[in-house]
C-alpha cells in the first residue's frame, strides 16, 4: 500500500512537468502519459486491467465530464456562432469518411462481417474531446479553428455513442428500425440540451443571488454530476447536457445584468476546476495506456492501416472543409486533429461485455487504434508548429491567415 501513495504523488509531479513540457516543445502531454501507462500495464504488469476495474471506468467518465464542462466555460457564443457550420461540415464529412475507411479495412484484413467492421469503423470514428479540448488549447491557431475542433470531437462523441448503440441494438434486434431510432436522437440530444442550459441558469443565478454559494468548494463541480447522473438516468444524453451547462455559465455575462454573475464565477473554485480536470486527464491516459492490449502483430498491422486511412481521409476533408484564406497552420492543426480515445474505448468494448463471440477481436482492434492515431497527431502537432511551411501538402494555404473580405 506504500508503494501507491508514493505512485500517486510521483504521477502528479510527472503531470506537471509533462504539461511545461508540452508549453515547451508541443510535444503532447497525453501521449506521455499513455506510455507511461502502456510501461506500468502490458510491458511490466504491475497494474493488470482488471485490477483497476469499476474505479477506471468511474475515472474515464468522470474525466470525460469534467474536461467537457471545462470545454464548454471556455466557449464564446460570439466564436461559437461563427463556428458551428464550419465544426457541423468537419464532423459529418469526417464521420462518414472515416467510417467508410475503416470499415473497409477491418473486412478485409480480418474476419469479421460487414455488419462488425461497420460497427468497428463507427467505434473508432471519433475525434476524443478528452485529447482534442485539453490540447488545441495550447496550440499556435486562432480561436475559431480551436472551437471548430473542440465542437467537431463534442459532436463526434455523440455519432460515435449513439450510432454505436443503435448497431448494437440491430444485431440483437433485427426489426430496429434504424430510421426511427435516428429520428429519436434529435429530441432527446434537445431535452439534454435544454436540461443543461437551465442548470447553468440556474445554479449561476444561485451563485450571484446567495454570496456564501458561491464559497463552497466544489458545489459547481457537484452540481454538474448531479446533473449527468439526471440526464443519464433518464435516459438521455448527459455529455450533451455538461457541455450546454459550462456554455451556459461561460457566457452569462452576455445577459442583462451579467457582469455581477460573471464576477460570482470568476472566483478560486474555476482554478479548483481547471486543477481537477488536469489530475483526471492525467490518471484517465495512464489507465488507458494500461487498457491497451497488443495482441498480435497482425491487429497491431490493421491499426496501423486504419490510422493511415483515418488521417488520409482527414487530409481530404480537411481540404474540403477549412476555407484557402485560412493560415496553413490552422490547416495542419485540423488535418492532425485525429486522435481516437474514451468513447471509442467504450463503444469497442460494450460487444465483448454484451458476450458477442467476435467482441474481443473488436476491442483489439480499437484498442489498437487509438495510440497509434494519438502518436499521430502528436507527430503533426509538434511538426506543425515547428515547421508549418514544409509540408507541401498544404501549400495552398497562406502561411499567415488572409483576413475575410468584409473586415478589409
Not at 245 to 268: C, D, H, Q, T, W
Not at 345 to 356: D, E, H, K, M, T
Request: net charge neutral.
Amino acid at each position: 500500500m506504500p508503494q501507491v501513495f508514493i505512485v500517486l504523488g510521483v504521477l502528479f509531479f510527472t503531470g506537471h512537468f509533462l504539461k511545461w513540457f508540452f508549453n515547451q516543445t508541443k510535444i503532447p502531454d497525453l501521449l506521455i502519459l499513455v506510455i507511461i501507462g502502456q510501461i506500468l500495464g502490458p510491458l511490466t504488469g504491475w497494474v493488470k486491467p482488471e485490477q483497476v476495474g469499476l474505479a477506471g471506468r468511474l475515472l474515464s467518465e468522470m474525466a470525460l465530464v469534467v474536461i467537457l464542462f471545462e470545454g464548454g466555460l471556455g466557449l464564446e457564443f460570439e466564436i461559437l456562432k461563427r463556428s458551428s457550420w464550419g465544426a457541423t461540415k468537419l464532423t459529418v464529412l469526417g464521420f462518414v469518411l472515416s467510417v467508410a475507411v475503416c470499415t473497409g479495412v477491418v473486412h478485409l484484413m480480418t474476419p469479421l462481417t460487414w455488419l462488425l467492421a461497420l460497427y468497428v469503423g463507427i467505434a473508432t470514428s471519433s475525434t476524443s474531446s478528452a485529447v482534442v479540448i485539453p490540447m488545441v488549447k495550447f496550440l499556435s491557431v486562432g480561436e475559431k479553428t480551436k472551437t471548430v475542433l473542440m465542437l467537431e470531437s463534442s459532436f463526434n462523441d455523440i455519432l460515435v455513442i449513439v450510432l454505436g448503440l443503435m448497431l448494437l441494438e440491430g444485431l440483437y434486434n433485427p426489426n430496429l428500425d434504424i430510421g426511427m431510432a435516428l429520428l429519436g436522437v434529435i429530441p432527446t440530444t434537445l431535452t439534454a440540451v435544454a436540461l443543461g442550459a437551465a442548470a447553468g441558469v440556474a445554479l449561476t443565478m444561485g451563485k450571484a443571488r446567495f454570496p456564501g454559494l458561491a464559497t463552497i468548494k466544489f458545489s459547481t463541480e457537484a452540481a454538474v454530476c448531479i446533473l449527468y447522473g439526471v440526464v443519464g438516468y433518464a435516459g438521455l444524453n448527459g455529455p450533451v447536457a455538461v457541455l450546454a451547462m459550462g456554455l451556459i455559465m461561460g457566457n452569462f455575462a452576455l445577459l442583462p445584468g451579467g457582469e455581477k454573475v460573471r464576477a460570482a464565477m470568476r472566483s478560486r473554485e474555476l482554478d479548483l476546476l481547471s486543477e481537477m480536470a488536469f489530475l483526471l486527464k492525467v490518471f484517465f491516459f495512464i489507465y488507458l495506456g494500461t487498457m491497451i492490449q497488443w495482441q498480435s502483430i497482425w491487429i497491431t498491422l490493421v491499426g496501423a492501416i486504419m490510422t493511415l486511412g483515418i488521417f488520409l481521409s482527414r487530409y481530404f476533408v480537411t481540404l474540403g472543409v477549412v476555407p484557402h484564406r485560412e493560415g496553413r497552420l490552422d490547416a495542419i492543426t485540423v488535418f492532425a486533429m485525429g486522435p481516437r480515445g474514451l468513447a471509442c474505448a467504450v463503444v469497442a468494448s460494450l460487444p465483448l461485455q454484451r458476450g458477442i463471440p467476435e467482441g474481443a477481436l473488436i476491442q483489439s482492434i480499437a484498442f489498437a487504434a487509438i495510440p497509434l492515431t494519438i502518436l499521430a497527431t502528436a507527430v503533426l502537432v509538434v511538426w506543425g508548429e515547428r515547421h508549418p511551411e514544409s509540408l507541401p501538402l498544404f501549400r495552398r494555404y497562406p502561411t499567415t491567415p488572409v483576413p475575410p473580405p468584409e473586415s478589409v
